[in-house]
């Protein structure tokens, strides 16, 4: 409100205001420019009617769960894909951190959507992210060229998902502005929704992780078409103002006129890198790790952990981002009736983190029944989304609170810390969780070995380790086939024949397998006896981080009590009133 206040004081009002807004390129009203500019020049010059700004709300959605999607796809198929180009786990965590560090410059790329526009970037950023999904990283040769296309994907996410929230502000008044941004949430939680459900769906049958990719590429596509013909913005003078509600859009499109744009956008740096911008950030980007980890681990810790298969390990991500689906746009709406979001955000992480220490505690008990975790996991979703559209929410308006036409800056600044902590979170845990690498690396071959050779296996792990390797080098070593005879008659106490018998069926297994059995078998069960604590660790720091967020809800704009929010949106209206009063006499 006190910025409204002070543009209404530096406005200059004369009887017949000059309009240098371009030829309008929207049917929104004005000349119509010819078609191939309308592809590129998309601004409209008057605010849109309520229809056609939901029409364009739900392009940017849509855009916003497309890219989410292309991004999140590899968690889904992450063990084939680290099977595939025999990567290590601490490999594949690092693709996702320098993924992350090249997403988080792209973020403050896009802080130019203030001066050229938003619209552009979502648009062939689209493209971009689409055709290396399609294409790209499907036909990767090895673990370098997927690595680096993943973080060209990286690139192209960062500017866009920078762009969809700066777009959503643009189109959406304060007043209404918790539900749209509880929309456009929906963004990662439905991209990670439909991952898990394309993935759980189609992996019994498309068995290649590479048509995950196709798929999310074909729908990038289609939705980059979309974009491409009907994605429009605001001109910068409409959109570089402060917007209570649609009522004022008479007030907003005449002081457009009045408004250097030039002058607004100098020094955005300057002007967004302040305290209740960037502690926020930092807070809210804490408050996130458990979220995005669950983006990037959650099937190999339960397929690790757990021992679920990836489809059902998938099936648990459907119950987890269905719950953040339904909270953050219930919530979003509720927050703008109540007219607070503080109350909201506070009673979400402090749920969050509750279930989030509940949830890591999990860990050491991997025989949890199915539906015990979906019930543990639907409710540390549920609150995590009952923070985060409200937060998202307010911290746009303390954005316009500083400066509204610098809200793509403030984005950035918010964009790029997210991808830094998300960079500094993946490079911390294979650290903590040292355990998974040997499972998620030879761990899918020996689950398949035992399935096939079950009693063979079972006779493999009662011999020693030299034993084994002697074993596995060659039958005819008569002092270790001896050593092996002792050895099993001595931990399963059996007969020497009975002994012999095993050793006869370990002997009909495949060498290749025998000697994989041998050089990984007791890796494996070493690190997944130490698995469950490791993983617990890790939750436990992601539930910490969740309560380093409450504090920094204190710098963002707005009221904690309902009856000071009305007085103040009642003051506004005043003023509004006001000066439509004296636009009215003008």
């Keep these: 409100m006190r910025a409204n206040e002070a543009a209404i004081a530096n406005i200059e009002w004369s009887g017949a205001p000059v309009s240098t807004a371009a030829p309008v390129t929207d049917v929104d009203g004005g000349t119509q420019a010819t078609w191939p500019r309308t592809l590129w020049d998309r601004e409209i010059h008057h605010y849109p009617s309520p229809g056609r700004r939901g029409i364009l709300l739900a392009i940017v959605v849509m855009a916003t769960i497309t890219c989410y999607y292309q991004q999140y796809v590899s968690g889904a198929v992450s063990p084939s894909i680290l099977a595939h180009f025999d990567m290590s786990f601490r490999y594949y965590l690092t693709i996702v951190v320098v993924s992350s560090i090249v997403g988080a410059f792209a973020s403050l790329a896009a802080s130019l959507g203030d001066r050229f526009g938003r619209a552009n970037i979502v648009t062939f950023g689209l493209l971009g992210a689409s055709l290396i999904t399609v294409a790209g990283i499907p036909m990767a040769n090895s673990k370098l060229q997927y690595g680096g296309l993943f973080a060209l994907l990286g690139l192209f996410e960062g500017a866009v998902l920078v762009a969809t929230p700066a777009l959503v502000r643009d189109f959406s008044p304060q007043v209404r502005r918790g539900a749209a941004i509880g929309f456009w949430t929906l963004g990662p939680v439905v991209a990670s929704l439909i991952v898990s459900v394309v993935a759980s769906s189609t992996l019994g049958w498309l068995h290649p992780w590479q048509d995950q990719f196709h798929i999310a590429g074909t729908v990038g596509l289609v939705v980059f078409l979309i974009a491409l013909l009907t994605l429009r913005e605001l001109s910068p003078p409409i959109r570089d103002q402060l917007m209570y509600s649609v ?194 690396n030879y761990g899918p071959r020996l689950q398949a070995i035992e399935a096939q050779y079950g009693p063979a296996v079972s006779t493999a792990r009662a011999l020693s380790a030299p034993t084994a390797k002697a074993l596995a080098a060659s039958t005819g070593d008569k002092a270790a086939l001896k050593a092996a005879v002792l050895e099993i008659m001595t931990k399963e106490h059996v007969t020497a024949g009975v002994a012999i018998d095993k050793l006869l069926v370990l002997k009909a297994m495949p060498k290749d397998d025998r000697a994989y059995l041998a050089a990984h078998g007791r890796t494996v069960i070493a690190a997944k006896k130490t698995a469950p604590q490791e993983w617990m660790h890790w939750w436990w720091i992601c539930a910490g981080a969740q309560i380093l967020f409450i504090p920094t809800i204190f710098l963002l704009v707005g009221r904690w009590s309902p009856a000071r929010g009305r007085e103040d949106r009642e003051a506004h209206e005043r003023l509004v009133a006001e000066e439509r009063k004296a636009l009215a006499t003008t």
Excluded: C
């Design 247 to 440: 009522q004022e859009q008479v007030v907003i499109e005449a002081r457009a006129r009045g408004i250097d744009v030039e002058q607004a956008t100098a020094s955005p740096w300057r002007q967004m890198l302040k305290p209740n911008v960037v502690v926020p950030a930092i807070g809210v980007s804490l408050f996130l790790l458990l979220y995005f980890s669950a983006v990037g681990v959650f099937v190999i810790f339960f397929t690790s952990d757990f021992g679920f298969s990836q489809a059902k390990s998938n099936g648990i991500g459907n119950w987890f981002w269905a719950a953040d689906a339904i909270t953050v746009v219930a919530v979003g709406i509720i927050s703008d009736r109540v007219g607070v979001r503080k109350p909201f955000m506070l009673i979400g992480a402090i749920g969050a983190a509750t279930m989030g220490f509940i949830f890591a505690s999990m860990a050491e008990h991997p025989n949890t029944p199915y539906v015990t975790v979906i019930v543990i996991v639907v409710l540390l979703s549920a609150f995590r989304g009952f923070a985060y559209a409200p937060w998202m929410a307010a911290f746009t308006e303390t954005l316009e609170s500083r400066n509204p036409a610098l809200v793509a800056t403030g984005l950035a600044i918010w964009g790029w810390i997210l991808r830094v902590a998300v960079a500094v979170s993946f490079l911390v845990l294979p650290f903590v969780v040292t355990s998974s690498s040997p499972i998620v």
